[in-house]
């Protein structure tokens, strides 16, 4: 698969939805797709990397490529969720092999040194050790619980998304960095005010 290969299968982002949503009742007309999910939060690690970068030397060149192709392996495997992983592999090792498998089948056929950077950037995403990949980690989950708000917003029962919004706040408590946990207590205090 070639960079033409790549960038066709790269769109087909915006064709999948998050099945996540459609397990949660949402309507299949109102779920976003991957893509969409994905620009946001590109949008969103662009903000956190700024903010950030007052308390913490940050790479947003790489914060950014690495927002873009954080969720690239659903090209081919789609937006399984959490439920459904969990079947296969309860530790989570099966998805980590599979995702691996796709991103070098993805990348296979593309320029070696474009191949070894967007590989290496998505590894690094994958581990989560690095400033950059905590930053995308928070925006992948803020962006999850800026999509609960909308559809709350919508008429949607928040209860259909109180577990996103817990698990969503683990993690981000869990990453402790100033700007995701200041963004999402925002998002929260503009629930409660729309919600009353």
């Known amino acids: 698969m070639g960079l033409v290969e790549l960038i066709l299968r790269f769109g087909q982002l915006k064709r999948h939805l998050r099945t996540g949503w459609l397990s949660k009742g949402i309507a299949r007309g109102d779920v976003e797709s991957i893509a969409e999910h994905m620009l946001r939060t ?6 956190l990397s700024d903010l950030e970068s007052s308390r913490h030397k940050v790479n947003s060149d790489l914060t ?3 927002a873009l192709i954080h969720d690239l392996p659903e090209a081919v495997l789609k937006d399984l969720d959490k439920e459904a992983w969990s079947y296969l592999s309860p530790d989570l090792k099966v998805k980590r092999e599979v995702e691996e498998a796709v991103i070098s089948d993805l990348l296979a056929e593309i320029p070696e040194k474009l191949r070894k950077r967007y590989a290496d950037i998505w590894r ?3 581990e989560g050790g690095s400033v950059e990949a905590k930053l995308v980690k ?3 989950k803020l962006e999850m619980v800026f999509q609960a708000f909308e559809y709350a917003k919508l008429g949607y029962p928040q209860r259909l998304t109180e577990d996103m919004w817990k698990d969503a706040e683990e993690k ?5 960095l100033t700007a995701p946990i200041k963004l999402l207590e925002e998002l929260k205090a503009k629930l409660q005010e729309t919600s009353q």
Do not use: G, N, P
């Open 42 to 47: 590109v949008f969103i690690s662009m903000i």
């Open 64 to 66: 950014l490529r690495m």
């Open 124 to 126: 690094l995403y994958r």
């Open 138 to 140: 928070a925006a992948d």
């Open 172 to 176: 981000i408590y869990s990453l402790a």
